[in-house]
């Protein structure tokens, strides 16, 4: 019987993560657990919401009686906001956080950051997105400056792959078995970096006395 092999794809997703500020003080140790779990930290800041923007970014819990906490809790001091992006990065960063109380999270999940660093159910550390159109939102808002493009996927991700990746890297794995380099890996990162069709190209000015 034939297995089928399911061809490689091409996702790459992005979360927002908050440091909440009773722990921002174990940011480093919380960062190299976010590392140490296959995440790259694409952006981060450190910043202190008023309750007035706490309000906004928890807009969808509006009216439900732990809102008023909830934002003077968030607004009480510096937070830290971090981009993360790997592979199904909104389920894994949820994975990773465990339980929203952490209280829970040290009995069902003790290996969960909230369960390390949580206090309860309000205090519980860290903040992930629910879902992948709220990490779009939550991201614009904490960095309003980046640019959200959308990332390939299935079909696309493949197309993309034949029209513009595969034909130079076929040239220039051609051309690193020609030249055979003491350094194979360097070399092709120049080659690469050399022959990137995408590349931006200087346009040369005309100077005026040439166009008459």
Known sequence: MQTLVPEPQIFVERTLALIKPDVVDKEEEIEHLILLSGFLIVQKRKLQ???EQCSNFYADQYG??????LTAYMSSGPLVAMVLARHCAVSYWKVLLGPSNSVIARRTHPH???AIYGTDDLRNALHGS???SLAEREIQFMFPEVILEP???GQRARDYLNLYIKPTLLAGLTALCKEKPADPMTWLADWLIENNPNKPRLQHQIPEEEQQ
């Open 112 to 114: 969960s950051l909230r």
């Open 130 to 132: 629910l879902s992948l």
């Open 64 to 69: 439900k009686f732990f809102f008023p906490n």
């Open 151 to 153: 990332i390939p996927s």
């Open 49 to 51: 919401l008023s309750p």
